[in-house]
């Protein structure tokens, strides 16, 4: 069982490995639901990790629908990312009536290696149509779907993960991620068929300003909790 930590700085990133995460997705600004990290946090979190990083490209806050500047900024971003050795992205661009915008995930795929696979995000969860959703993101190359299974948290759409899952799950890997904690893993883990999770496992750094960071204690009861539940099986 792959564990994802969703974490938003370099001090995150040794955090969630010491703490027994299994891969990272690293942005940053995850009080806005995560932003791209700079090249240098990525640059410097393959140094200091062994564990595998996904890129994340996001060029700002907000909904899914990008300008086209925008969207050019992510062509480059992951360009960058792949040259300094990203081999597996998490995006996803919306268009304006809430389909999987196929033409510009190609696209952006294309920006990179035919060695690269592709997550996307839960811009999923605000789609208009989740099967619709689905089979496009297997169409377009997607390899896995991070999705709570709509705008609430994980625990609140635990059917739709389920259909999802059973529809598609051959085709497509699909990750709960959204709400997660170590109060009800458990149940997650007993209700779904799973190869993979995700979490941030944040809590809220005093400051001048507040910022979240990787809360070390809630990681590591919840990577006991799915270890001791794998070995139960």
């Known amino acids: ?3 994802e930590v969703c974490v938003s700085s370099i001090e995150d990133v040794v955090t969630a490995e010491k703490a027994g995460a299994t891969r990272i997705e690293l ?3 995850m009080e806005v639901l995560g932003v791209t990290p700079t090249i240098s946090n990525y640059i ?3 140094e200091i990790s062994n564990l595998p990083i996904l890129a994340y490209i996001r060029p700002r806050a907000g909904g899914f629908v990008y300008s086209d500047l925008e969207f ?3 062509k480059m971003d992951a360009k960058l990312f792949y040259e300094h050795g990203a081999r597996e992205f998490v995006f996803g661009i919306l268009t304006e009536d809430h389909q999987i915008d196929q033409t510009r ?3 952006l795929m294309d920006v990179v290696g035919q060695d690269c696979k592709f997550v996307i995000h839960k811009a999923f969860d605000y789609v208009r149509d989740f099967d619709e959703a689905a089979q496009a993101c297997i169409a377009v190359g997607f390899h896995r779907i991070l999705t709570a299974g709509g705008p609430k948290g994980t625990l609140d759409q635990l059917d739709v993960l389920k259909h999802l899952i059973s529809t598609y799950g051959d085709a497509i890997e699909i990750m709960p991620g959204g709400g997660i904690v170590a109060s009800n893993i458990e149940e997650v883990l007993d209700t ?3 190869t993979s999770v995700h979490l941030s496992a944040k809590m809220m750094k005093e400051d001048t ?3 979240v960071i ?3 204690e809630h990681l590591q009861q919840v990577v006991t909790i799915v270890n001791d539940h794998q070995k139960q099986r």
């Open 105 to 107: 995930t190609r696209e």
């Open 27 to 29: 942005c940053t600004a």
């Open 214 to 216: 990787t809360d070390f």
């Open 72 to 74: 050019e900024i992510m």
């Open 209 to 211: 300003f507040d910022y």
């Open 192 to 194: 779904l068929p799973l």
């Open 44 to 46: 410097k979190a393959k």
């Open 1 to 3: 069982m792959e564990i």
